[in-house]
């Protein structure tokens, strides 16, 4: 990642067409970051229809505003997105990617993983 984020720690292409989203270890992420993140990743991706693996920090939490938020910008790129896989590590980020999950049903395949490798693996085997 080449500028300074308030948000991510890290940001880089897996293979051609997944993109790898580190989070910094932020207790709350509200709608500024989360602002802030889809930005980065927008510049970052030049708008490229790609599979997504977000990374989360064991402390991130989320907003209800920010969530709602999140939710509504997924919808927008909903065309950018060909698969989705959310690394979680508790019960609390679970439950928020729950509320994520049924908001976007349908609109493209997204999944929640408590282990990197097997998100990586999920993601490959989508087109």
Same mark, same amino acid.
């Given at each position: 990642?080449?500028?300074? #984020?308030?948000?991510?720690? #890290?940001?880089?292409?897996? @293979?051609?067409?997944?993109?790898?989203?580190?989070?910094?270890?932020?207790?709350?992420?509200?709608?500024?970051?989360?602002?802030?993140?889809?930005?980065?990743?927008? @510049?970052?991706?030049?708008?490229?229809?790609?599979?997504?693996?977000?990374?989360?920090?064991?402390?991130? #939490?989320?907003?209800?505003?920010?969530?709602?938020?999140?939710?509504?910008?997924?919808?927008?790129?909903?065309?950018?997105?060909?698969?989705?896989?959310?690394?979680?590590?508790?019960?609390?980020?679970?439950?928020?990617?729950?509320?994520?999950?049924?908001?976007?049903?349908?609109?493209?395949?997204?999944?929640?993983?408590? @282990?990197?490798?097997?998100?990586?693996?999920?993601?490959?085997?989508?087109?």
């Amino acid at each position: 990642m080449k500028q300074e #984020s308030n948000i991510i720690k #890290s940001i880089v292409m897996r @293979d051609d067409t997944t993109v790898e989203v580190e989070f910094l270890d932020i207790k709350t992420i509200d709608v500024n970051l989360l602002s802030e993140a889809y930005q980065i990743l927008d @510049d970052f991706t030049e708008g490229k229809r790609l599979k997504k693996l977000l990374v989360t920090a064991p402390s991130n #939490s989320i907003s209800k505003v920010a969530r709602h938020f999140g939710e509504s910008e997924a919808q927008k790129r909903r065309n950018a997105i060909i698969a989705e896989a959310i690394v979680v590590h508790s019960l609390p980020q679970k439950m928020a990617i729950n509320f994520y999950l049924n908001f976007i049903k349908g609109e493209y395949p997204v999944r929640y993983f408590t @282990d990197r490798d097997k998100a990586g693996e999920w993601l490959s085997s989508m087109g």
